[in-house]
């Protein structure tokens, strides 16, 4: 009995253990840490280098609405508002200058991303984990969020030509025949008013290309549209919000604000092609687990993995046999080289997220 | 003039030392009283003397401590109480109910509180073990014929304590304020208000109105974390005394030559071992096992959240929480039956048992052939509970249709 005691006691406390780390080490410590590294390597008067070395590991986050929302992205995004490290290695870099009409103080980032501005691991933050999962607004889909506030008439055409270009073909095609939008149309198919907010593009875009694959006995008829106007269609439907997530834009529907980026002489600009930052990038070690990001991204809603998944394109089961890695690798980062005329969406992967699904996919033979 | 100094400093540091290090032993017995017990008699006076251990007979027969004896499903229950207290404690000092916030203090005890995720998952996984655990435990009572004479009343407290247990983990279920929870407890409450005449008014006194809504989840909260632990509380304490007052565990008679095993007033010759420490090492070993097997399960498996609680937006299929999902089932062939009818009939079976019990054998033992009737009944409406449980777990989808579980389901999901 004794004995026994021993080795659960022990094996208890090992797993306390294990318990303190998983708590203690996290995901965001690499890139602050990479993020304070490079700024005290290009700090170079005493003034930058006590600033540098002042920076301290911690979460950080944006409150905003009175403190009642509350979004944790800079915590890895660090570089966000310091122009020094424009062109930077990905969650550090500056942000765009549009952030110069948008502070993120008051705008937040959640409000034209997407995401879980809460979380702190890149799984759930960018809406790809086990919690509510609905990836952020990527490459073209942006010009949804851009549209919500802006509408088509006070930005330069191009920022909003996909959803213009959207509600054109739902009126060539007549989904209002079967779908209602604000009160409109038909009603043999759902009402499409807040779909926007009730699923994730991803999804919508699985669902535009053959209904029957995602949702199994639908009615829907297929529609041969081509993957740009499948993209297109997407976009606008991403515009058509419920009055929850109208409200969330509220705040930010305000006076048009001007703010300068803080005129930056804190750090020395990058030089292009620093070896040394590149020795950063790699030291940077980015976790990307592709099964996860398989079922997160949205993947599995058009393609089937063993027995679960959609049937909307190909099941991947034995995918390695038939595609290499670099192979994979030129289609998920450009559908269109690969199966010209397919249907397979533009997912605006980066290069860590192809290289994980790749790998993932490479072992499925 | 120097000397004696130096050595009367050594003395004093020599006798300091010796002190410290009697220290650890002193506590020892200001704490313990007496050495470590090793005769008969002071393992006894460990028992009686101490206050936690007290609640134990200083001797027990030694077949009370063989696993298949009890399966230690009982004192699982209690372990299961005792972490659901301490990790609710922790919860408690994060958590806000109220319907703007809650949601989010969930996503940060996920996400950002140190220990928060551990402490999250502990709490539900165990929420979900004592379920499992109090419903095996009042099976093994009812399977060995423990709740018969003189132990009639402490089932009926038992069967009190099922209820809180269920109510405990339903009033939980609510404050994460999800998707998930938000229509599960809108479902279990309907169920509720299927009850005739009283039903919707008990419905809308839970709540705090007609839909679930901020009242619903202060009262909800107020109940999980004061009301329904104290009483349970105090319930449990009462439970675990009358199981010594009523004569420890059940135990078969000896059966004389000649004689009815009925009218057998002496207990079995059966070897008997000291409390301490044979009795109290068993437990400590099953609340080892037991909090191993918690905390791999919590560092491994996140208990479920959805999205925010979203009331424009149903899910479909709705699922009450699963312990009630076999009500689910049954209102979906008739709303009285399910709501009211089977529970009530359920309800005063299981308190009316030890008093229509009028067999007297079969005390102690494992699926006692004396008792044939009685175990195929029980076993019956066992299996009709899990078949349905299992049928609205698994096999039901949007609208409550039938599914297989590999079948995918129509609509959106």
Known sequence: MEKWLGAFGLTLTLILGWTLWDASVQEWQ????????EALRRAQKGAQKAWASNLRTEIKQLQLNGNATVERCVTCHLGYDNPAFQGFVAPLRTHSSLLKNHPPERFGCVGCHGGEGRAVTTLEAHGEGEVAAKPLLRGKYMQAACYNCHGTKTLPPQATDSVVRGRELVNRYMCLACHKIDGEGGEEGPDLSTVGSQRSWTWIYAHTVRPQGVVAGSTMPVFSLKRDEIQDVTIFLMTLLDSRDRLRYLPLLARRVVRELPAEERLAAPKSADPEELKIASRIVFTYDGKKLFHGAGCNICHTIGISGGEVGPALTYIGRKRNSENLERLLKDPDEILPGGKMPQLYLNNLQVKALVRYLGERR | MREPMISDVYQKFARGLVSARQLPGRFYRSVFRGSYPTTARQQLAAVVNNLILHVHPTRVYSRSIKAQTTLGLGLICLYLFIIEWITGIFLMFYYEPSTGAAYGRILDLNYTIMFGRVMRNLHRWAAEAMVVAVALHMCRVFYTGAYKPPREFNWVLGVALLVLTLALSFTGYLLPWDQLSFWAVTVGTNIVSYAPVLGPK???????????????????????????????????NYHIWRVIKDGGLAH?????????????????????????????????????VLMIGLMVASLLFNAPLEEEANPLRPNNPSKAPWYFLGLQELVGYSAFWGGVGVPTLLMLYLLALPYFDRIPRGVGVWFSRERLAMINFWTLILLGILVTTALGIYFRGPNWNFYWPWENWPGPH
């Open chain 1, 30 to 37: 690499r890139y602050q840490g990479a993020y304070y590294r």
């Open chain 2, 252 to 288: 078969p008679f000896e059966k004389r030559a000649g004689e009815d095993e009925a009218a057998a007033q002496t207990a079995r010759g059966d070897s008997v071992v000291p409390t301490f420490p044979q009795v109290v090492y068993a437990e400590l070993l099953v609340f080892l």
């Open chain 2, 202 to 236: 008990l419905r809308f006194v839970l709540l705090g109105g007609d839909s679930v809504g901020s009242d619903a989840l202060l009262r909800f909260y107020t109940l999980h974390v004061i009301a329904i632990p104290a009483v349970a509380s105090l319930m449990i």
